[in-house]
C-alpha cells in the first residue's frame, strides 16, 4: 500500500506547512488570508496543468481529474475578496521533478490532501473573517464529497501503482514528488504580499534531504 507510506513520508512536511501558513491563528486576518490564497494559485497555476498533463489520459479519466482542478476555485476566491491575482511559480521550479506519470501521481496526492483540512479552515474563515460562501471557494473545494472524493483518490492511486510493471519503482518515484512537491509549500514564504512582485520561485533544496 503506497498511501500510508506516502503519509508518513510527508508527515513532517505536512506540520510545517500547516504551522507556516499559519491559517488557524486566531489573529487571522484578511489581508493574510488573500496572501495565502496568492500563493496557492502561484503554486497550483504552475503545478495543476503539468501534473494533469503527465497523468496521462488513462490516469485523468481515473481521478475525473477536470473535477479535481482548484485553479478556477482560487481565482474566485481572488476576484470575491478583490485580491490581485498572483503570477504563476517559475515552470522550471516543477518540471525538474515532475517529469513522467508517477511524479504526478506523487503531486496529486499533495494538492488533493490540502483539500482534507478544508472544513476546518473554513470554520475559522467564516468565525474570524465573516467569509461564508464568497472568498471560501478553495477551501471548501468539494464541500461534503471531500471524503468521498479522498477514498476515490486513494483508490485510483493504488490501483494504478498495482497495474504494474514495476510497483517498487513507481511508489519511489511517487513519494520522491510527493515530498518534492510539498516543499514547494513548506519552503516558500507564506505569500508574496500584494503590491510586491510575487517571489517568482527558488529552487528547493532544504525540503530535498
Ligand atoms: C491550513 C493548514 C492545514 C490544515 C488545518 C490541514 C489539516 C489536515 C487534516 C485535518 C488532515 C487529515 C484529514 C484526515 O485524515 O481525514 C490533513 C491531511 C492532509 N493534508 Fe493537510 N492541512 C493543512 C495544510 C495542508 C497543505 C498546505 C497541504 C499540502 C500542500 C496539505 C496536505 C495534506 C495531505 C497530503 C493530507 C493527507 C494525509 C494522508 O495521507 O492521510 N495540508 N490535513
Redesign the pocket.
Known amino acids: 500500500m503506497i498511501?500510508p507510506h506516502?503519509?508518513a513520508s510527508?508527515r513532517e512536511q505536512?506540520e510545517r506547512?500547516?504551522a507556516h501558513?499559519n491559517?488557524?491563528d486566531p489573529a487571522l486576518d484578511r489581508r493574510r488570508y488573500g496572501d495565502v490564497l496568492r500563493t496557492m494559485r502561484s503554486l497550483y497555476g504552475t503545478l495543476e496543468p503539468r501534473v494533469g498533463a503527465r497523468l496521462g489520459e488513462a490516469g485523468r479519466a481515473a481521478l475525473d481529474w477536470p473535477a479535481r482542478l482548484k485553479v478556477p476555485l482560487l481565482d474566485r476566491d481572488l476576484r470575491a475578496l478583490d485580491v490581485a491575482p498572483a503570477a504563476d511559480l517559475d515552470a522550471g521550479t516543477v518540471d525538474v521533478f515532475l517529469r513522467d506519470e508517477a511524479d504526478a501521481w506523487g503531486a496529486a496526492?499533495?494538492l488533493?490532501?490540502?483539500t482534507?483540512?478544508g472544513q476546518?479552515?473554513r470554520r475559522h474563515l467564516e468565525a474570524r473573517l465573516g467569509l461564508r460562501d464568497e472568498g471560501t471557494a478553495f477551501y471548501s473545494s468539494y464541500g461534503p464529497l471531500t471524503g468521498p472524493r479522498w477514498r476515490a483518490f486513494g483508490e485510483a492511486l493504488e490501483a494504478r501503482v498495482a497495474q504494474g510493471p514495476d510497483p517498487a519503482t513507481f511508489a519511489a518515484r511517487a513519494t520522491d514528488a510527493a515530498r518534492r512537491t510539498?516543499g514547494l509549500?513548506v519552503d516558500r514564504p507564506a505569500a508574496a504580499p500584494e503590491g510586491r512582485r510575487p517571489d517568482p520561485g527558488r529552487p528547493v533544496t532544504r525540503s530535498l534531504t
Do not use: S
Request: zero cysteines; glycine letters at 10%; aromatic letters at 14%.
Open positions: 498511501l506516502l503519509k510527508t505536512h506547512a500547516e501558513l491559517l488557524m496526492y499533495v488533493e490532501g490540502a482534507l483540512g476546518l479552515v510539498f509549500f
